[in-house]
């Protein structure tokens, strides 16, 4: 398929930061050109009309599983929040609720913006949410929660270590760049509290082996740090460290709490750390030092967690609060727009090791574009485009989102389900996964 995107405003976020206003040439799922409109004829012709035309958003941190838990684990602390609510309610899905969490879950992304993300599922059946992402045209990677050492947890999410390796190898095997490389998998041991250190030293090896990401929180909330130093006397990036999992692969989620020295062995090993503010704020977990990480170089993406410590999925929401947290933290632009808009791009891009396929407007990456209405009262007159898109812009300012080429939501859309059809399914069931958890 060949599509020309024409009239738009053309936020590269290359190196330059450059901002070309003419058009955009995509075949075979890759960008052909950026600039010029050419003259040669494509299939497909979309007018902008001026608007906003960028790479898609790159959601870091995820959990698809528990977008049907919204509005069942709200006002508590994450412990309390993970016993009472979400570990309940994980071991009570099925294949189908877990389809149906995950469909409703890509058609929110898709139709705010995010192109590609990295979710952390549940213990069980994730086969099911590998096969409703493929379906859905986002780009995504995957994997299946570990967690071996718990028992508060529920007993089905209690799993031996030796079984929760075995089965997110095979998840690995079965679905690792399937869909001509749109999804991927990774190892997801869920915190060093519900992790034994031989299954941590273990999914270290492995990921070295099969160059995989490994994908955990770490340093999120006070008490979970505690309970890491009770067990094993470090902190938790340190402990990570003595475990072997710190390493370019690992993605961090949260790094709330990180003095100097965890900042200093992060920056060192380059690990990836994943930001996500409203779901911090959410759990009473605390504001990251983000801009201390990125003066380390760090790299900090950007990500929603999952829908029921955040309440919605939309990336616009992360990058305002991202931005004006800092602001009240330190001082005002301690975190600009424009390297806002970096990480939940660009970061999103690098953090999943696809800095070379998505994350910019340029000739030879993937398609992967998003297209934001500018025909809004709330985002006139915006002369800065960055401050615009990151400060006044919305999720339902998305006309159009495409990935590796395929328009996915058109005219602010969705172009490959019913909505109707998967927000009823979400519906139906939730209840029934509600009362099976007995919340």
Not at 35 to 40: L, M, V
Not at 61 to 80: I, K, P, R, V
Not at 112 to 139: C, N, P, Q
Not at 336 to 356: F, I, P
Request: charged letters at 20%; glycine letters at 6%; hydrophobic letters at 45%.
């Amino acid at each position: 398929m060949s599509t020309l995107i024409r009239n738009a405003t053309i936020l590269t976020m290359n190196d330059r930061f450059e901002v070309v206003d003419g058009a955009v040439s995509v075949r075979g799922g890759v960008i052909a050109s950026v600039g010029p409109e050419p003259t040669d004829p494509h299939e497909t012709v979309v007018d902008a009309a001026g608007g906003f035309l960028l790479p898609g958003f790159v959601q870091i941190h995820l959990h698809l599983c528990q977008t049907l838990f919204l509005g069942y684990a709200d006002d508590l602390s994450l412990m309390e929040w993970l016993r009472q609510r979400i570990w309940p309610m994980e071991a009570a899905h099925t294949p189908a609720s877990l389809r149906a969490s995950a469909s409703l879950a890509c058609m929110e992304l898709l139709r705010s913006g995010t192109t590609s993300i990295l979710t952390m599922e549940t213990v069980h059946d994730t086969d099911a949410v590998f096969e409703a992402v493929s379906e859905s045209g986002i780009r995504a990677t995957i994997g299946k929660c570990m967690m071996d050492a718990n028992d508060e947890a529920p007993s089905r999410l209690r799993e031996g270590t030796d079984r929760s390796l075995d089965e997110s190898l095979a998840l690995h095997r079965r679905w690792h760049n399937a869909a001509n490389g749109r999804i991927r998998a990774a190892f997801a041991p869920r915190f060093a509290v519900s992790c034994s250190r031989a299954l941590l030293e273990a999914v270290g090896e492995l990921s070295a082996r099969e160059l995989t990401l490994v994908h955990t929180h770490a340093a999120e909330q006070r008490e979970e740090i505690e309970i890491v130093r009770r067990v094993s006397g470090r902190t938790n990036i340190e402990y990570l460290a003595d475990v072997g999992l710190v390493s370019p692969r690992l993605c961090a989620a949260h790094c709330v709490w990180v003095d100097a020295r965890e900042q200093a062995l992060l920056a060192s090993a380059d690990v990836k750390v994943m930001h996500c503010p409203g779901s911090n704020l959410k759990l009473g977990s605390g504001i990251a030092p983000v801009p201390e990480l990125l003066a380390q170089g760090i790299c900090v993406s950007l990500g929603a967690d999952g829908a029921a410590c955040n309440n919605h999925l939309d990336m616009f929401g992360e990058m305002r609060l991202a931005a004006t947290l800092q602001a009240v933290r330190r001082h005002p632009g301690a975190l600009t727009a424009r390297q806002v808009l970096w990480m939940a791009t660009r970061n999103g891009a690098r953090t999943l090791g696809l800095e070379r396929e998505i994350g910019s407007v340029e000739a030879g990456k993937r398609a992967d574009l998003i297209l934001i209405d500018r025909d809004r009262p709330h985002l006139a007159p915006a002369p800065d485009p960055y401050s615009t898109i990151v400060y006044s812009a919305r999720p339902d300012d998305v006309r159009m989102t495409m990935v590796d080429g395929v328009i996915v939501v058109r005219d602010f859309a969705p172009t490959q389900v019913d909505p109707a059809a998967v927000a009823a399914d979400a519906r139906s069931e939730a209840r029934a996964l509600a009362s099976r958890a007995g919340v």
